[in-house]
């Protein structure tokens, strides 16, 4: 599924235009059924004005990627906080929708790390990276220390995003794959400065909080992460713990909704994807949503969660 230089599909381009309205999700997956009948199950989607991604449209995340509809508030979330030469960290990088997209905002003088530990996802990461020389691929699961982990893929028919390390759960297709930290992966590469890593790792997050604990400290990046209670209840953990957590870590937690970033008080947060804001970094945030004309709400306006 690499980039191409060929022409979007259609229907894509047109998605892709519109931005975001009611139903745009189910609009999209239906589309790119039909689609996927007629062309041999593939489509192209406009990654930017030069290149477009190939992606698999029996896969349900792939067809709401073609068809403009997968995270699009997260999507917004990284085109508001990146700029040229920013690094960015993409844990749990999938096909590399998230670090596509990135690389094309950091450019020539950014850089984009990316860690995918299905090994039957990775070859496809591995093959769109190819486009751009400074999106690094690594096939490696991200967790608290460098060991050799058992990674699950449930192999469901049209779902090729549930892969987990099988410590979490342990259902369907398994693997040995080699793990690292995000300590020991800094101590042992020459990384620039981290501007903001993105955790997608369902259910592994406490493990890789606790090996980044020199990272966090020493870069002081923005994250985003998705938090799955479902997942994070079968490690002991919960939504709420790891929000606990990264508060210790003197993180302020904002749910990233279609509309607004909203402060996350003493309940979990309505969605799953939050954005963690360092404490130095704050006011840089708020500043940055202002210049965007984004509503912000937080504790201190009353009109926060909690």
């Known amino acids: 599924m690499p980039l191409q230089k060929q022409s979007p599909d259609l229907a894509a381009r047109i998605l892709h235009s519109v931005g975001?309205?009611?139903?745009?999700?189910?609009?999209?997956?239906?589309?790119?059924?039909?689609?996927?009948?007629?062309?041999?199950?593939?489509?192209?989607?406009?990654?930017?004005r030069?290149?477009?991604?190939?992606?698999?449209?029996?896969?349900?995340?792939?067809?709401?990627?073609?068809?403009g509809a997968y995270e699009p508030h997260v999507v917004a979330c990284l085109k508001m906080l990146l700029k040229p030469g920013d690094t960015f960290v993409d844990i749990g990088a999938h096909i590399g929708f998230f670090s596509l997209l990135v690389a094309s905002i950091v450019g020539r003088s950014?850089?984009?790390?990316?860690?995918?530990?299905?090994p039957r996802i990775f070859p496809v990461?591995?093959?769109?990276a190819t486009d751009y020389?400074?999106?690094?691929?690594?096939?490696?699961?991200?967790?608290?220390?460098?060991?050799?982990?058992?990674?699950?893929?449930?192999?469901?028919?049209?779902?090729?995003?549930?892969?987990?390390?099988?410590?979490?759960?342990?259902e369907g297709h398994v693997v040995s794959v080699q793990a690292t930290s995000l300590d020991d992966w800094y101590d042992t590469n020459s990384v620039p400065s981290i501007t903001l890593i993105k955790i997608d790792a369902e259910g592994s997050e406490p493990f890789?909080?606790?090996?980044?604990?020199?990272?966090?400290?020493?870069?002081?990046?923005?994250?985003?992460m998705e938090l799955n209670d479902t997942l994070l209840r079968e490690v002991g953990q919960s939504t709420q713990t790891l929000v606990d957590k990264l508060r210790e870590y003197a993180y302020?937690?904002?749910?990233?909704?279609?509309?607004?970033?909203?402060?996350?008080?003493?309940?979990?947060?309505?969605?799953?994807?939050?954005?963690?804001?360092?404490?130095?970094r704050r006011?840089?945030?708020?500043?940055?949503?202002?210049?965007?004309?984004?509503?912000?709400?937080?504790?201190?306006?009353g009109k926060a969660r909690g």
């Open 133 to 170: 020389p400074w999106l690094k691929p690594s096939f490696c699961a991200m967790w608290n220390k460098a060991c050799t982990l058992g990674f699950s893929d449930p192999e469901e028919p049209g779902e090729s995003g549930w892969g987990k390390v099988a410590a979490v759960r342990s």
């Open 208 to 224: 890789i909080l606790e090996g980044a604990r020199k990272a966090l400290a020493r870069w002081n990046p923005f994250l985003i």
């Open 283 to 301: 006011h840089e945030f708020e500043a940055t949503v202002c210049r965007a004309n984004i509503p912000l709400d937080t504790v201190e306006s």
């Open 50 to 67: 030069e290149h477009t991604v190939t992606v698999d449209l029996n896969d349900r995340i792939q067809r709401l990627m073609w068809g």
């Open 125 to 128: 990461l591995e093959s769109n």
């Open 252 to 280: 302020t937690i904002f749910s990233i909704t279609p509309t607004k970033f909203e402060e996350v008080g003493t309940v979990p947060p309505p969605i799953p994807e939050v954005l963690c804001v360092p404490g130095e």
């Open 20 to 48: 975001q309205f009611k139903g745009k999700t189910r609009l999209a997956d239906f589309i790119g059924r039909l689609c996927s009948a007629r062309h041999d199950g593939r489509g192209q989607f406009p990654l930017d």
């Open 110 to 118: 950014g850089r984009v790390y990316s860690f995918e530990a299905n």
